[in-house]
């Protein structure tokens, strides 16, 4: 069985199934969607099952020839640290078309978008050769845009297109890298395995120059700074599900991309950027909380946060160790998980309220017991508390990098401690003090709200005690990366 061409087609099988049907059909074409995520999250299931732990070896290859004239091939597989993001990815889809069932307006092109960018998503983390790697990173810029410009806020125009024009400006950097390291390969080739072998073929120069081509395209997705600036304005106007799969999973394909390729392929390129990358990975996590301390829009603060947050995984890379590695994989799941949920949740409030500002609110928590709840979970599991998964993955993070970067990794800790100050704010403002009676008609969560959120509420907290399931797909794989560095 092609588990892993199933788990990425599936929704677009689904996206073709709602083209076929009238738009009239709402509940079809909403069951379809689902039917079809769900299908890819079930078979999600069998790949943690299935997946060999103690190998670092590429599982579920599936090679086919595709374009013989470039020698470009229909190339998937799966190792410890791609496998984790395919399953994210599934899960975080099918959480999010769970929240899209609110949708009201022209709702046969927003499932068949959202279906599309699924798609794009899955196959960037499986796709072993760069054509096909390419191509499914390119596919998700156009259902991003469509679903920002046409789904989105007040400035929904804007926030898509600047969101386009980084992301495609990155990605023709990408591109020319691509291509450097195909024709200065002998024999020339697509293949991802292969060219991962080839480094040895390339001068200082070389490597350093297409580094810094790769490094463009992926640190507009991280958003590594100083690129970051698309991503709170598209997060703000995107509707609440997009800007879910934004923060769990689009922003991952950037990390992804560095580890996998920037660090796997280029690895005198890597060594001569490092300083830089550890500089910037601290200004992502001091500048990031910073940034999000100043905010009044629950939804920027939560988008500013994640900037942060994905500073903690450079931090984890730049230590190149294990540890560092582990730290910065787990990381990239818990944030999607969590923040994942706390987006959702500011659309429970955004959907009954019309309004994000944190000061309009007060004493929600005798209101909205079940929202408060689950609220504080995920704000808890943001800043890093103990015992809830967001910890985990950000003291790896600070462990495998201190041993490298003592004074950088101590100067990181500043971004818990405002992170931890602009969370308990939030909280203190809107659930905590006398009851504002301007929103006596509020009502808590219904079961399609609780039906997306719970899962990630309990895996926030299951992580957080029991991590090593997860760790456990990453460990050996990730173990072999961090030998390969010298």
Known sequence: MNILSLITFLPAAGALVI???????????????????????????????????????????????????????????VDG???????????????????SLNIKV????????????????????????????????????????????????????????????????????????????????????????????????????????????????????????????????????????????????LLKMGVYGIMRISYGMLPLGFSWFLPILIAIAVINIIYG?????????????????????????????????????????????????ITGALFLLVGVIYDRAHTRDISAFGGLAAKLPVYAGLMSLACFASLGLPGLAGFISEFLCFLGAFARWKVCTAVSVIGILVTAAFFLRMLEKVFLGPFNEKWSALTDLDARELCAIVPLAALTIVLGVYPRPALDLMNTTLVHMAGLFK
């Open 106 to 249: 022209r709702i046969k092109e927003y499932f068949f978008w959202f279906l599309i960018l699924e798609t794009g998503m899955s196959g960037v983390f499986a796709a072993l050769d760069m054509v096909l790697f390419y191509v499914f990173w390119e596919i998700t810029l156009v259902p991003m845009y469509f679903l920002i410009g046409i789904w989105g806020g007040p400035k929904k125009e804007y926030a898509a297109i600047k969101f386009f024009l980084y992301t495609l400006t990155g990605s023709v950097f990408m591109l020319l890298g691509i291509l450097a390291v195909y024709f200065n390969t002998t024999p020339h080739t697509f293949d991802l395995l292969t060219l991962l072998q080839s480094h040895a073929q390339w001068s200082s120069r070389f490597q350093i120059l297409v580094f810094i081509a790769f490094y463009l395209g992926f640190a507009v997705k991280v958003p590594a700074f100083p690129f970051h600036t698309w991503l709170p304005l598209a997060h703000v106007e995107a509707p609440t599900a997009v800007s879910v799969v934004l923060a769990a999973v």
């Open 289 to 337: 909380a910073l940034c999000a301390m100043a905010q009044t829009d629950m939804k920027k603060m939560v988008a500013y946060s994640s900037i942060n947050h994905m500073g903690y995984c450079l931090l984890g890379i730049a230590g190149l160790t294990a540890t560092g590695f582990a730290g910065a994989s787990f990381e990239m799941i818990n944030h999607g998980i």
């Open 19 to 77: 083209l076929a049907l009238p738009k009239e059909r709402e509940r079809a074409i909403q069951a379809a969607a689902l039917i079809s995520s769900g299908l890819s999250l079930i078979l999600c299931g069998a790949l943690y099952v299935l997946f060999n732990r103690g190998t670092s070896d590429m599982q579920f290859v599936e090679r086919i020839p595709w374009i013989p004239s470039l020698g470009a091939q229909y190339f998937l597989g």
């Open 81 to 99: 640290l791609s496998v984790p993001l395919v399953i994210l990815t599934a899960l975080m889809s099918f959480v999010s078309l769970i929240a």
